[in-house]
């Protein structure tokens, strides 16, 4: 069978995944509720889809590029909602069944990229059904109009929660900000440079080495070092912030929150942190360790998930054992690294085992990987395997290895751009293996990202000097 003569769906309209199996040659169909792509960078007033909110700085505009410049927007179906996916009767392919259709399209593969943010997981409150305000959770917040001159409290922890409690500073009277635990506050922006400079790709994968080998050691470094980024950033933070850290937090991804606005306005007072919500006493106040003044409004930020099981059985969150030829999954690929990144290396992978390029390990030698994906997510581990799996080339050539070394004296400027310099996916379209594309433009691509870089951070130390 040709590769034109196999039909896949990916449900999510996932972008990367669709240019992946495009470039294998695969017949691709994206499904996606939304009526456009871009996901939820994409903004949206429907309150029931998840969405960047006005004021949010993001760069949807590249999203809508990368789709146009590679043809994905016309293998793309909108506003369609997909009701079940189940295997057909002689058990080959899959049925796809539509809302609003009665009969189920039929797929030989198919790939989910839903993503995480699904659906909203309400936190449960004693009393709850006694406030007569107005609650919402995250997912339909799209911006603080609603909330003007009124007292709001905003409950979660994440970068999610912090977006809306700074951006409801602008017209609300006053912003309660409810977190159980402590967090590490991280800017953009440290000592005139952006804190993800630091992140080269030989200095990431330094440290998800020693996080494989040497765990304890992997966390008192992070500790240490994002510790330091907060105190030189924000200086002394006061107690009654409620910001605590503690070693274990600075590898646990859920424990960072990236706002260049949330400690200032803390200290302005523009923003109070309080407590957890223990229960709700009366018509519209809160109870718990301290109690707040009248309260108009409620911003629930919790965790979001797809009405599934949280983690399932999937090898390093991709394959189900069993339909590895045939299914795949996106939503898990987040957290490692950057998160675009990684879901390109995952699409690029996943399109090299159906095209027949790189194989699988037996049912048997995956229950072990499995059980210790559904414990930890082990970065070192996946993205030597999607790197492996794709055929990128990149660990072989910028690691201490002979081709390695062989690349590094043959291209000492371009390798130690690579590993030192932009971790910018392009690297990963550098080399020729046989397997996924490469790119002819990555070398001027490469130079081009970091030449930007230049000129953005002598901008920003010229302005923080």
Request: glycine share 6%.
């Amino acid at each position: 069978m040709y590769p034109s003569d196999v039909h896949v769906a990916v449900i999510g309209a996932g972008l990367a995944a669709i240019k992946s199996m495009l470039e294998e040659g695969f017949n691709v169909t994206g499904f996606e509720r939304r009526p456009n792509a871009g996901g939820l960078w994409a903004f949206s007033e429907n309150p029931q889809i998840t969405s960047a909110t006005k004021s949010t700085k993001s760069q949807y505009s590249k999203f809508l590029s990368y789709a146009k410049h590679f043809g994905l927007l016309k293998r793309i179906k909108f506003n369609v909602v997909v009701r079940s996916l189940s295997r057909t009767e002689d058990g080959t392919k899959w049925a796809l069944l539509l809302e609003d259709e009665v009969s189920p399209r039929v797929f030989d593969k198919v790939i989910m990229a839903t993503g995480t943010e699904v659906t909203p997981n309400i936190p449960k409150i004693e009393g709850f059904d006694l406030f007569k305000g107005r609650f919402l959770h995250s997912q339909a917040y799209k911006g603080p109009d609603d909330f003007a001159g009124q007292n709001v409290i905003v409950i979660g922890k994440g970068n999610t929660a912090g977006d809306c409690v700074v951006d409801l500073t602008s017209r609300s009277s006053k912003v309660y900000w409810s977190h159980r635990r402590g967090a590490m506050i991280l800017p953009r922006f440290t000592s005139g440079t952006r804190l993800d400079a630091f992140a080269s790709w030989k200095r990431t994968r330094v440290m998800f080495w020693v996080g494989n080998v040497m765990p304890a050691l992997h966390r008192w470094i992070m500790h240490l070092y994002l510790t330091w980024i907060v105190r030189l950033a924000w200086g002394n933070l006061d107690p009654q912030w409620r910001l605590d850290r503690n070693v274990y937090q600075a590898t646990t991804t859920s424990a960072y929150v990236f706002n260049d606005r949330i400690i200032p306005a803390l200290r302005n007072g523009r923003v109070t942190s309080t407590a957890s919500v223990r229960k709700i006493v009366g018509l519209a106040r809160w109870s718990y360790i301290n109690t707040l003044e009248m309260l108009e409004g409620i911003v629930s930020y919790s965790q979001p998930h797809p009405d599934v099981r949280p983690i399932a059985d999937l090898y390093h969150g991709m394959f189900p054992p069993g339909y590895i030829d045939s299914l795949a999954c996106l939503n898990y690929t987040i957290g490692i690294d950057s998160t675009i990144t990684c879901k390109e290396l995952a699409s690029m992978a996943i399109a090299q085992v159906w095209a027949g390029k790189s194989k699988l390990p037996s049912t048997e030698e995956m229950e072990s990987p499995i059980a210790i994906w559904n414990v930890i997510v082990e970065p070192h581990e996946w993205l030597k395997f999607v790197n492996e799996t794709a055929g990128t080339g990149v660990y072989e050539n910028l690691c201490l290895t002979l081709q390695g070394i062989r690349f590094f004296m043959r291209e000492p400027k371009l390798s130690y751009m690579m590993q030192c310099r932009v971790n910018t996916p392009h690297i990963y379209r550098l080399f020729e293996t046989g397997k996924r594309k490469a790119w002819d433009g990555a070398r001027e691509a490469i130079e081009h990202v970091n030449h930007l870089s230049d000129i953005d951070l002598a901008e920003v130390k010229r302005k923080t000097a």
